[in-house]
């Protein structure tokens, strides 16, 4: 009846508090209580699995110096990196743990070799074996048809050329076998109908060599941006692993064991891969596929063994760095490296060292408040306090706290006036670094999800998602998103025609782009907005007899200053660099100030300044943009921080 006491719930190390809070309360409905510390973080669960089941040795490694562990958790559809400092007292004392940086692609994994095996591999097969060009596939064919039929052969024949491969090395055969000749075939065909076609699939392969092509985005130690498409995700796995170092202020060097979990973690060529990029390591890696997944459970097993048995965890989470709160006196400690965690162990923490740093009668004050971390100080916290009717030195009472959940709670409160309003604060994860990397396309679910809860803002949410789909370099779906309004309005609209256009040139379909501006030019005779993308895309072909000609023909609607610098530069550029400086330098007076123009008028003034060999002007609007882009910057301290009792001035 009061639920079950010995149990250990992982949850991912990127979880929030709220997230937590909810896994606590998930439990808790389920008569489960797992208080206490009872929440686990998957990778660590994942190193007590590995240390016990493969190297009990590694345990005891930790207790002539402190070490740091890299999980790399590879699954189906996300990479996970956690970063841990790892410490032990005495050998028959726990291990403690700090988090020193959590890393987070959502959308990085398993899944996307599949879908990349798919498109690069098994589409180009489909379209040979069925006389099909690139472009006669639509967007909702690919989702709808082509995806779900295939999706399962591109993960059986990823398994089965992992295995080849494993198999190959097992006997010492890899190194002297041709990639070419490592072949998995499909040994099925595969038939689906497509609209009035029917299409078949009779031997889907991949070769080694194939394989290696399709791994390449997702293994470059150099190129760790995303190669995102409305199909799938590309990014090399050294995307999270070099931000979670990064943010840690670590070197690959400093690293001490790399732990690989996860069935995607099993692939010959990741391992590889995680073994040159950390030379100084000690990889430790899983070697069956059903132990790399059962890692977690069987860790968090261990851990509610340890906990019933003896009271004590495996192991301890503690502070990984000293927590200080900024006053004029210097640097106040709150909490000291190596603390175990929750701190303190009960209630509170108080202190009644400080007070108000200057009077606030005629005018409020404000008290900033502010906390860093670690010898180098680096800002974890910045807000302010504003009072008012208090003198100097009216004495101030801290409280704070340092939960199990990485979460530090803070108040501050005049001591004299309890029934005072006090200053509150709760920092999550205040000395680790969270990371998540996808908010483009969460944006893009968000809004896909608000439309199909009500399909009546088909109007207003479908552009914005075709605009954040195109952002991501999903074009074959902002086509079919803006083909679907089209559809809808069954008419000719031209800002929609327009924007058919832009994303059909996106995707290298210039011809089809050529034919929507000017479909967009005719069903809309006064805007002229159509006509100058044609003319842009004309200059891009260097066909500019062409562009002047469209940009004269926009200008018979709309004679402004960008339409201006267009027809300039393309002037200049078809008659060999010939051009009247004194028009440059009109049209540049014409844009007036630049402050005053929005980003895509400023851009075309720079075009203009560069025309006029005006160089101040082109500066002048480039720090403008700069500035613009900036945004707010980091917030200055607002207010005085608080002062010792006793040393006010």
């Given at each position: 009846?009061?639920g079950?006491?010995?149990?250990?719930?992982?949850?991912?190390?990127s979880?929030?508090?709220?997230?937590?809070?909810?896994?606590?309360?998930?439990?808790?409905?389920?008569?489960?209580?797992?208080?206490?510390?009872?929440?686990?973080?998957?990778?660590?669960?994942?190193?007590?699995?590995?240390?016990?089941?493969?190297?009990p040795?590694?345990?005891?490694?930790?207790?002539?110096?402190?070490?740091?562990?890299?999980?790399?958790?590879?699954?189906?559809?996300?990479?996970?990196?956690?970063?841990?400092?790892?410490?032990?007292?005495?050998?028959?004392?726990?291990?403690q743990?700090?988090?020193?940086?959590?890393?987070?692609?959502?959308?990085l994994?398993?899944?996307?070799?599949?879908?990349?095996?798919?498109?690069?591999?098994?589409?180009?097969?489909?379209?040979?074996?069925?006389?099909?060009?690139?472009?006669?596939?639509t967007?909702?064919?690919?989702?709808?048809?082509?995806?779900?039929?295939?999706?399962?052969?591109?993960?059986?024949?990823?398994?089965?050329?992992?295995?080849?491969?494993?198999?190959?090395?097992?006997?010492?055969?890899?190194?002297?076998?041709?990639?070419?000749?490592?072949?998995?075939?499909?040994?099925?065909?595969?038939?689906?109908?497509?609209?009035?076609?029917?299409?078949?699939?009779?031997?889907?392969?991949?070769?080694?060599?194939?394989?290696?092509?399709?791994?390449d985005p997702?293994?470059?130690?150099?190129?760790?941006?995303?190669?995102?498409?409305?199909?799938?995700?590309?990014?090399?796995?050294?995307?999270?692993?070099?931000?979670?170092?990064?943010?840690?202020?670590?070197?690959?060097?400093?690293?001490?064991?790399?732990?690989?979990?996860?069935?995607?973690?099993?692939?010959?060529?990741?391992?590889?891969?995680?073994?040159?990029?950390?030379?100084?390591?000690?990889?430790?890696?899983?070697?069956?596929?059903?132990?790399?997944?059962?890692?977690?459970?069987?860790?968090a097993?261990?851990?509610?063994?340890?906990?019933?048995?003896?009271?004590?965890?495996?192991?301890?989470?503690?502070?990984?760095?000293?927590?200080?709160?900024?006053?004029?006196?210097?640097?106040?400690?709150?909490?000291?490296?190596?603390?175990p965690?929750?701190?303190?162990?009960?209630?509170?923490?108080?202190?009644?060292?400080?007070?108000?740093p200057e009077?606030?009668?005629?005018?409020?004050?404000?008290?900033?408040?502010?906390?860093?971390?670690?010898?180098?100080?680096?800002?974890?916290?910045?807000?302010?306090?504003?009072?008012?009717?208090?003198?100097?030195?009216?004495p101030?009472?801290l409280?704070?706290?340092?939960?199990?959940?990485?979460?530090?709670?803070?108040?501050?409160?005049?001591?004299?006036?309890?029934?005072?309003?006090?200053?509150?604060?709760?920092?999550?994860?205040?000395?680790?670094?969270?990371?998540?990397?996808?908010?483009?396309?969460?944006?893009?679910?968000?809004?896909?999800?608000?439309?199909?809860?009500?399909?009546?803002?088909?109007?207003e949410?479908?552009?914005?998602?075709?605009?954040?789909?195109?952002?991501?370099?999903?074009?074959?779906?902002?086509?079919?998103?803006?083909?679907?309004?089209?559809?809808?309005?069954?008419?000719?609209?031209?800002?929609?025609?327009?924007?058919?256009?832009?994303?059909?040139?996106?995707?290298?379909?210039?011809?089809?782009?050529?034919?929507?501006?000017?479909?967009?030019?005719?069903?809309?005779?006064?805007w002229?907005?159509?006509?100058?993308?044609?003319?842009?895309?004309h200059e891009r072909?260097?066909?500019?007899?062409?562009?002047?000609?469209?940009?004269?023909?926009?200008?018979q609607?709309?004679?402004?200053?960008?339409?201006?610098?267009?027809?300039?530069?393309?002037?200049?550029?078809l008659?060999?660099?010939?051009?009247?400086?004194?028009?440059?330098?009109?049209?540049?007076?014409?844009?007036?100030?630049?402050?005053?123009?929005?980003?895509?008028?400023?851009?075309?003034?720079?075009?203009?300044?560069?025309?006029?060999?005006?160089?101040?002007?082109?500066?002048?609007?480039?720090?403008?943009?700069?500035?613009?882009?900036?945004?707010?910057?980091?917030?200055?301290?607002?207010?005085?921080?608080?002062?010792?009792?006793?040393?006010?001035?």
């Open positions: 009846e009061g079950v006491d010995n149990v250990v719930v992982t949850v991912p190390a979880f929030q508090v709220a997230q937590r809070a909810e896994t606590v309360k998930a439990c808790a409905a389920a008569g489960l209580n797992v208080s206490g510390g009872r929440l686990l973080d998957e990778p660590v669960a994942a190193f007590i699995d590995y240390a016990y089941r493969h190297d040795a590694l345990l005891d490694s930790v207790a002539d110096r402190s070490r740091l562990l890299l999980v790399f958790d590879f699954g189906g559809g996300t990479c996970d990196i956690a970063l841990f400092g790892l410490a032990r007292a005495a050998p028959d004392q726990p291990v743990v700090s988090s020193r940086s959590v890393s987070r692609f959502h959308r994994g398993g899944g996307d070799i599949d879908l990349a095996i798919l498109h690069k591999i098994l589409l180009p097969q489909l379209c040979r074996e069925n006389g099909l060009s690139e472009f006669e596939l967007f909702q064919d690919k989702t709808r048809v082509l995806t779900p039929a295939l999706i399962a052969v591109a993960e059986a024949l990823k398994t089965q050329i992992c295995n080849e491969i494993w198999r190959l090395q097992q006997f010492g055969k890899l190194a002297t076998t041709p990639r070419a000749e490592i072949v998995a075939r499909y040994p099925r065909q595969v038939s689906m109908r497509c609209g009035e076609r029917t299409l078949a699939l009779s031997s889907a392969t991949i070769s080694a060599q194939e394989f290696d092509a399709v791994l997702f293994l470059s130690a150099e190129h760790l941006f995303a190669r995102s498409t409305e199909y799938r995700l590309e990014n090399s796995i050294f995307a999270p692993i070099a931000d979670a170092l990064d943010r840690a202020g670590l070197e690959t060097r400093d690293i001490d064991h790399v732990l690989a979990v996860g069935g995607s973690a099993l692939i010959p060529q990741v391992i590889d891969a995680l073994q040159g990029y950390f030379p100084g390591a000690h990889l430790l890696q899983y070697e069956d596929r059903k132990d790399a997944q059962l890692a977690i459970a069987r860790g097993s261990l851990h509610a063994l340890a906990l019933a048995a003896s009271g004590r965890g495996i192991v301890d989470p503690v502070a990984q760095d000293d927590i200080y709160l900024v006053t004029q006196g210097g640097y106040l400690q709150l909490l000291a490296q190596g603390v965690l929750p701190f303190p162990p009960d209630g509170v923490a108080c202190n009644d060292s400080l007070s108000v009077d606030a009668f005629e005018q409020a004050s404000e008290l900033s408040v502010e906390l860093v971390a670690g010898a180098e100080r680096r800002l974890l916290f910045r807000d302010h306090w504003k009072l008012a009717m208090v003198r100097q030195g009216s101030l009472r409280e704070y706290a340092y939960d199990e959940n990485q979460v530090f709670h803070l108040q501050l409160k005049l001591a004299d006036f309890p029934e005072s309003v006090p200053f509150t604060a709760r920092i999550e994860n205040p000395l680790s670094h969270v990371v998540n990397p996808n908010r483009t396309q969460e944006e893009i679910d968000r809004l896909e999800e608000e439309y199909r809860r009500d399909p009546q803002q088909a109007d949410l479908i552009p914005r998602i075709a605009e954040l789909c195109t952002d991501l370099g999903q074009h074959d779906k902002a086509i079919g998103l803006v083909r679907a309004l089209l559809r809808k309005a069954n008419r000719p609209v031209a800002w929609l025609l327009n924007r058919q256009a832009i994303y059909e040139e996106a995707r290298g379909n210039r011809p089809a782009a050529m034919r929507d501006y000017e479909e967009a030019a005719k069903a809309s005779r006064d002229a907005g159509p006509l100058f993308n044609l003319a842009l895309l072909q260097h066909d500019y007899a062409a562009a002047l000609r469209v940009i004269e023909q926009a200008m609607r709309e004679d402004t200053p960008p339409y201006q610098t267009l027809k300039l530069r393309i002037s200049k550029r008659h060999a660099g010939k051009q009247n400086r004194s028009v440059a330098d009109r049209i540049v007076a014409d844009f007036g100030n630049p402050e005053d123009l929005d980003e895509w008028e400023l851009g075309w003034y720079i075009a203009a300044a560069d025309l006029a060999n005006n160089k101040p002007a082109g500066d002048s609007a480039r720090n403008i943009r700069r500035q613009r882009g900036k945004g707010i910057g980091a917030a200055d301290r607002c207010g005085k921080p608080p002062a010792i009792r006793g040393m006010e001035t």
